[in-house]
């Protein structure tokens, strides 16, 4: 099993809280990316990054922001968090020149 | 462009009979192929991957698929499910040295006893 990990893996907050949600990886991977994941569907690319000082926005529009200050480290903010973000959110990484993607177990968010 | 196709949303089997999961895809480059494994409330889990190299794949807990260029097919098959087996399963495509992998929407695998 790889070495990602989430917290928290479970949260309920209200609306207009400030939240930031954590990845950390223990591999060294270079690349990282932010899925977003409503029940029984397909994953959403949000966001993702090269390496240290390094992101992108994904192919799905979202209001988070993400930073990635050390290499093993990718957190997830959202300044103010509405009900349409109740969602799952799962953090993944690659490493150079490898082709598959490591998940962590994923960030379930209620926003109420 | 890329896409991938997953031909059914659910598919049930009985204990100990073949499981057959079915993939297409499209993509203007030699792609690299995955399938996943998501149990409830758990992250996605690597069962196997194409990448260019023998067309049949063998991946963990019996998994298998073959890669079928022609038919632009990466389905993935057991010869005997196990209840252990029910999970949501996920065929992706990704172009090698690219941030892109696009997820199909996903199997639901039911394994009755």
């Known amino acids: 099993e790889a070495d990602i990990y989430q917290t928290p893996r479970y949260l309920v907050i209200g609306t207009g809280k400030k939240i930031t949600l954590e990845c950390s990886q223990t591999m060294g991977h270079d690349k990282m990316y932010w899925y977003q994941q409503d029940p029984g569907m397909e994953l959403h690319l949000i966001h993702y990054?090269?390496?240290?000082?390094?992101?992108e926005k994904g192919d799905l529009s979202s209001e988070s922001t993400v930073s990635r200050i050390r290499t093993e480290h990718f957190p997830l903010t959202l300044e103010s968090a509405r009900p349409s973000h109740t969602s799952q959110y799962l953090c993944a990484s690659t490493r150079a020149g490898g082709y598959e993607q490591y998940f962590g177990p994923g960030t379930r968010l209620t926003v109420t | 462009a890329q896409s991938v196709t997953q031909l059914d949303s659910h598919v049930s089997v009985s204990e100990g009979t073949p499981v057959l999961l079915r993939c297409n895809y499209s993509s203007s480059y030699s792609p690299s192929l995955f399938w996943y494994v998501q149990h409830p409330n758990k992250g996605l889990q690597l069962l196997l991957k194409y990448t260019s190299a023998a067309t049949l794949v063998k991946g963990i807990n019996g998994f298998e698929a073959e890669f079928k260029k022609s038919e632009t097919s990466f389905h993935l098959t057991k010869p005997s499910a196990h209840m252990s087996d029910a999970a949501e399963y996920f065929c992706v495509v990704s172009e090698s040295g690219t941030y892109k992998y696009i997820f199909g929407t996903g199997t639901r695998l039911k394994v009755l006893a």
């Open positions: 990054s090269y390496g240290v000082n390094s992101t």
